[in-house]
């Protein structure tokens, strides 16, 4: 069966340090993957995407995430952590014409 | 553009009864979806369009029916609302195509059944 895994469900950071939060699947190709942001009461916004090519892709708000297919992992980053990035954080794939989300992690920046 | 809509944004159903979440979009997207979303276990997929008078089922469909006629509009329909279906209901549009499938979000709808 296909699944999204976010194995951090709750990540506290310093306003500054780095982030990395993980996802892993499994499915049996490559599907398209997504990372999105959720702030509290509202709708999910897509951070970045990744179809094919270069595996290290850029997103929205500085963030980037590198797609490991060895790993099966699509791992997203930041390299200093603003307080305004502190939400709920989504890993994505679609395969077919469907998409499957994992859990989420939640992120507390703290000062 | 006024993007994906929802209404209403929040609702409480007594168990048994029927209601419509309304969905509609201004983007001409392709793609339509519906999600609940509930604690601990991320978004799940409902039903899905592709287009105009396509529709089918995703992880979780019983209990929902949907249509679509209309491009803008994908209407979700609770049968008969259950405790169980107490969540946060997402709708999402895009376009299909390698350089689409970037799902666009309305607020949500909050759903309580009593």
């Known amino acids: 069966a296909q699944s999204v895994t976010q194995p951090d469900i709750h990540i506290t950071v310093s306003e500054g340090a780095s982030l990395e939060l993980r996802c892993n699947y499994s499915?049996?190709?490559?599907?398209?993957l997504f990372w999105y942001v959720q702030s509290p009461g509202q709708g999910l916004q897509l951070l970045l995407k990744?179809?094919?090519?270069?595996?290290l892709v850029q997103g929205i708000k500085g963030f980037e995430a590198e797609f490991k297919r060895s790993q099966s992992s699509f791992n997203l980053r930041k390299p200093s952590v603003h307080w305004s990035d502190a939400a709920e954080y989504f890993c994505?794939?679609?395969?077919?014409?469907?998409?499957?989300f994992g859990t989420g992690t939640s992120l507390t920046v703290i000062p | 553009n006024a993007g994906v809509t929802q209404t209403p944004k929040f609702q409480v159903l007594k168990t048994g009864q029927s209601m419509t979440l309304q969905c509609a979009q201004d983007?001409?997207?392709?793609?339509m979806s519906w999600y609940r979303q509930d604690p601990g276990m991320g978004l799940r997929l409902i039903h899905y369009?592709?287009?105009?008078?396509?529709?089918d089922q995703g992880e979780v469909p019983n209990g929902y029916n949907v249509s679509r006629s209309t491009t803008e509009d994908f209407p979700l329909r609770l049968l008969s609302a259950a405790p169980s279906q107490t969540s946060v209901y997402f709708c999402?549009?895009?376009?299909?195509?390698?350089?689409?499938?970037?799902?666009?979000f309305g607020p949500g709808t909050r759903l309580t059944v009593t």
């Open positions: 994505a794939v679609k395969t077919g014409n469907q998409f499957y």
């Open positions: 369009s592709v287009g105009a008078g396509i529709t």
């Open positions: 983007m001409n997207h392709e793609y």
């Open positions: 999402a549009s895009s376009y299909r195509g390698v350089s689409g499938y970037e799902q666009y």
């Open positions: 990744y179809f094919s090519g270069d595996t």
């Open positions: 499915y049996g190709a490559t599907p398209y």
